[in-house]
């Protein structure tokens, strides 16, 4: 079973049927005891990152997202699911994240520009993935491939070897992160078509 975790905030039901799509039943949750009994786990999320974490904490998410992390179990972030794993953000001010994959949230620059003209924040629509490391929830998809974004902060992760993905936007950011069995990825895999739901195949594979 995937359990995806509702603790209020996130496209849930878009993402439950990319799953349905592809061939696996997922469920959407708000009990912190469902996800504990889970073969595998999705953490989406929109809106701000102050408000998602507090979410987590009064709905009694976050001590299972770490245990089900540490065990082993595949476990994807999607989008403010990936920026929570890290271990603050600055949006709105300085604001404490999970701290599973050490490292910052923050905004893109002002003035960020492309060909003579002014990029604007958010970062929204499709952009181009370029691979640094290789991870089964992303078999098929190939390098340029185009995915879904709609963000204003991005991820910077202090060891190098978690980076998955980089796409440009102004400058180089990451846009997905693997280590062992848990990846996130800063676009919408829901949102990004056939290459989307590909790797939400290959998440519902993932052993």
């Avoid at 476990?75 to 001010?93: H, V």
């Avoid at 300085?94 to 970062?123: C, N, T, W, Y």
Wanted: glycine share 12%; hydrophobic share 40%; charged share 20%.
């Amino acid at each position: 079973m995937i359990a995806i975790i509702d603790y209020g905030m996130g496209n849930l039901r878009s993402v439950q049927k990319g799953f349905e799509k592809v061939g696996f039943a997922a469920v959407v949750t708000a009990d912190p005891k469902v996800v504990l009994e889970a073969e595998r786990i999705v953490l989406p999320g929109v809106g701000a990152f102050r408000d998602c974490m507090r979410n987590l904490e009064t709905g009694g998410f976050v001590e299972p997202i770490l245990r089900v992390i540490r065990e082993g179990r595949p476990f994807l972030g999607i989008c403010l699911g990936l920026q929570l794993l890290f271990t603050e953000s600055e949006e709105f001010g300085s604001h404490q994240g999970l701290d599973v994959i050490p490292g910052r949230v923050v905004r893109f620059p002002d003035g960020m520009s492309a060909s003579g003209e002014k990029l604007p924040v958010p970062h929204m629509g499709w952009n181009q993935l370029s691979f640094h490391c290789q991870s089964p929830v992303f078999a098929g998809i190939d390098e340029g491939t185009n995915v879904y974004f709609v963000h204003s902060y991005y991820v910077r992760p202090e060891d190098a070897a978690v980076v998955a993905t980089t796409t440009g936007y102004g400058i180089e950011f990451c846009s997905a992160i693997c280590k062992d069995n848990l990846v996130a990825t800063q676009f919408h895999p829901e949102k990004s078509q056939e290459k989307g739901l590909q790797i939400l195949k290959n998440f519902g594979a993932m052993s």
